[in-house]
């Protein structure tokens, strides 16, 4: 069975814990319009193809209840809101859902697990110094997800930590993350652009600092 097909049925199924006699097809229509389609159709046409290959795949609640309302199921932003958060924790699917809120974390995981890091190493001539460690702390989208036909665009900040003889080095830096849209709201795997310090190396105590990071904010 397909993510899609999955995903449908689970949608169904909680329009059946409220009471309402739903079809399959509509409950696919539903979930089509959470993808950033005007009807179904479009979602055959476009994404259905794609899905297995994308990395990601965007939901927003805020477009499924609109769309149940014009199929006769008058669902508020908290019962879309648990239909999201029913299939979010959907296991055995090709890709994960998320939300636009959630890619904060993606666009953060992609910073520290790449291994091209363009930029990074001007800094470390500059202060003559190796890696110790590379953190992201936080993210902005930096424009709306269906702004870009072809991509969709994140500035992340974080700090690269760097080893000198005596001391490490606590550095600002900054970077954007490009995502490819594979479809309206299927991603592949993002990429870096050239990392850039953005202020003064200070000294770094690891002592002192928390060992997780709060991504709930962008400063």
Known sequence: ???FSSWSYLVRDYLTSLGYR???GQAQQIL???LGHNSLASFNN?????LPHARQVVIDAALMAPRARELG??????QSQDILTSLIRTIDIQAPLVTTGTYVL???RVVEDCSVRKGVQEILDKLSGTVHNLKAWNAKALEPLAAN???WMWEVVGFLYVSQEDEILEVPIATEVIFPRLGIHLLGEGRTTRFRQTGDATPYYEEDYPT???HNSYD
């Open 32 to 34: 089509a319009a959470g």
């Open 73 to 78: 199921f008058p669902l508020d932003g908290e």
């Open 106 to 108: 993606e666009a953060c």
């Open 46 to 50: 476009h994404d259905k193809a794609v």
């Open 212 to 214: 997780e990071f709060d």
């Open 149 to 151: 036909p072809r991509i």
């Open 1 to 3: 069975m397909s993510a």
């Open 22 to 24: 739903a079809s399959l």
